[in-house]
């Protein structure tokens, strides 16, 4: 079936730098896509999405870049903070689809 | 604005017992509610999900079942608990048809099943 799955399963960042959370997904009808942070015994929470029709969305501290030419999409951090360690999820849907497909997940590290 | 409760949270059974998780959404109406469970270190498998009261869909085939008694009410449910059932459950819920497929998640159940 349709999957959304990460490059990278895990990710040092020193405090202060720049990161970048990488997803690939495979359901080419894919039109919306949704970046969360889970914390540590949290629920996951909605950080930035992004439809098709665009290829970048800024937000505080984070952007979204959508590449649909090679089914890519990325997050990127700027000036990482210790709150940001957590592990990041992609996740995809296409219209009038009830569900989302989430990725497997990356775990950022912030190094003090 | 929306909020999202799930009680209990956290939960010690012992294998062949009971199971009745409850979420509950404040704030809006008619949502699309959706059970997920998370194993440790892993992501989310969906189990359930719902589009309206009496209205559950599987997912998985287990030993879980879902119902929708109210319009802002789903629970998780089992019958008899399965070693394999600990993990952590969420909920979340989802404004249908205003043009977002943004699912929002509650804090989770931690059950552990010994």
């Known amino acids: 079936g349709e999957s959304v799955g990460l490059h990278l399963p895990t990710l040092s960042v020193q405090e202060g730098d720049n990161s970048i959370i990488n997803c690939a997904y495979s359901n080419s009808a894919s039109d919306y896509f949704i970046w969360y942070k889970q914390e540590s015994g949290k629920g996951p929470q909605f950080i930035i999405d992004?439809?098709?029709?665009?290829d970048k969305r800024q937000g505080q501290r984070v952007t979204v870049l959508l590449n649909k030419t090679v089914k890519h999409l990325s997050l990127q951090i700027a000036a990482t903070q210790p709150g940001d360690s957590a592990v990041y999820f992609c996740?995809?849907?296409?219209?009038?689809?009830?569900?989302?497909?989430f990725g497997t997940g990356t775990r950022l590290t912030i190094i003090p | 604005s929306q909020t999202i409760h799930q009680w209990p949270a956290t939960l010690v059974q012992p294998v062949g017992s009971p199971l009745s998780l409850e979420c509950t959404v404040e704030?809006?109406?008619?949502?699309?509610l959706y059970w997920y469970r998370q194993a440790a270190g892993r992501g989310l498998q969906l189990l359930f999900y719902s589009v309206g009261i009496g209205q559950i869909s599987s997912e998985v085939p287990q030993n879980l079942s879902a119902s929708r008694p109210q319009d802002r009410q789903f629970i998780l449910s089992s019958k008899k608990l399965l070693l394999s059932d600990s993990g952590f459950y969420l909920c979340?819920?989802?404004?249908?048809?205003?043009?977002?497929?943004?699912?929002?998640f509650g804090p989770g159940t931690r059950l552990t099943v010994l």
């Open positions: 992004i439809r098709s029709n665009m």
């Open positions: 996740a995809e849907t296409d219209f009038g689809n009830e569900k989302l497909t």
């Open positions: 979340a819920w989802r404004v249908a048809g205003a043009g977002t497929d943004t699912q929002y």
């Open positions: 704030g809006t109406s008619n949502p699309n």
